[in-house]
């Protein structure tokens, strides 16, 4: 590909941040190494499709809603180069462009497990705690990440210059919620608050990030429980020049805390290089123990680390790796046409 040729990227999910987070971080992993044009895709599908299993679904091109973003230019037209989507939502539609006789046709990527045969898609990347394999996956540790040290870096100098004044020594608490597998309950909350505690008198600072799923009855504990100057706590409002401070608050962290049931918090935590302590939730699965298996394994993770504990790592930079294979793979299969 040339600088006058670049590829053609849709970014495709449902606009969850946590889902097109990764197929934006993949996306612009690939457009740093060969040129490329990035368009976000959010789709949404009517009722009551939007509840029923995809085999009733029909044709899925059929069933967007009027919210949804226009792929107009598909079936019937030419698309992209290079479909990659995320989400329960995207999956029919993925398996039906993979099966368009248009050609060339866009080569399909469904990140996650996809719940679906294998051969419905061009490539699939997982987990690699999902335990899927195939000739036409590729599985990760953790899931695909927007971060570069140049991001982080720059977010975290005007995360600096916007912040109250704190310690100099800050700690990120990246904060999730219920999920399918864990629930933060009043146990787990009491346990967080309580390291926290641990924190402050050991004179360091506290960023706190909460998330959708983390609720406003314990953003309010929070704030009740941990009234103190040298905690800042993200209200979900611009501050400085960020729109989200959630980069430069890992980059201005010396360590992070973050709650065990975030693939993607995790992952993000793992890029920094800096320790990680995870924050227990009730509950589990047997893929979270793999994953954090595997993030022990590379050092990442020191499951008995005390608090105060100081280690470091390899930084974990999945996404550009995998970037690399989806372009080889994409290019050799044009190369076969």
């Known amino acids: 590909m040339s600088s006058d040729d670049p590829l053609i990227i849709w970014a495709i999910s449902d606009g969850r941040r946590g889902m097109e987070n990764q197929v934006l971080g993949l996306a612009e992993a690939i457009a740093r190494q060969t040129p490329a044009q990035i368009f976000t895709k959010r789709v949404a599908i009517s009722a009551p499709f939007d509840k029923l299993p995809r085999a009733l679904w029909g044709d899925p091109f059929q069933r967007l809603a009027p919210s949804s973003d226009r792929l107009d230019m598909l ?12 989400g329960r939502r995207t999956v029919p539609l993925t398996m039906a462009v993979k099966k368009m006789s248009v050609a060339p046709r866009p080569f399909t990527i469904q990140t996650q497990d996809p719940k679906a045969d294998d051969e419905a898609f061009d490539l699939i990347i997982p987990p690699l705690h999902d335990i899927l394999r195939g000739p036409n996956i590729i599985p990760m540790v953790g899931a695909p990440n927007r971060l570069t040290a140049q991001k982080l870096e720059q977010d975290a100098a005007e995360l600096e210059r916007a912040l109250p004044p704190l310690p100099p020594e800050k700690v990120a608490v990246l904060l999730g ?79 992070v805390l973050v ?31 793999r994953f954090q298996d595997q993030l022990t394994q590379k050092g990442i993770l020191r499951p008995t680390a005390d608090i105060d504990e100081v280690w470091s790592y390899t930084p974990l930079r999945e996404t550009d790796r995998v970037a690399k294979d989806i372009l080889e793979r994409y290019f050799h299969q044009l190369a076969e046409l």
Request: glycine share 10%; with cysteine.
């Open 75 to 86: 079936p019937h037209g030419t698309g992209p180069d290079l479909w990659i989507a995320c």
């Open 177 to 255: 919620g219920d999920s399918k597998d864990f629930r933060l309950t009043d146990d787990c909350l009491s346990s967080m608050i309580e390291k926290c505690r641990l924190l402050l008198k050991s004179g360091k600072g506290l960023l706190i990030s909460p998330s959708r799923r983390t609720g406003e009855k314990v953003v309010a504990t929070l704030r009740e429980q941990l009234s103190h100057d040298a905690i800042w706590i993200w209200d979900g409002h611009p501050i400085g020049s960020l729109e989200n401070p959630y980069f430069g608050i890992l980059g201005v962290a010396s360590r």
């Open 259 to 289: 709650t065990e049931e975030s693939t993607n918090m995790i992952s993000d935590a793992a890029f920094t290089g800096k320790p990680i302590h995870l924050l227990p939730l009730k509950g589990g699965a047997a893929k979270w123990t």
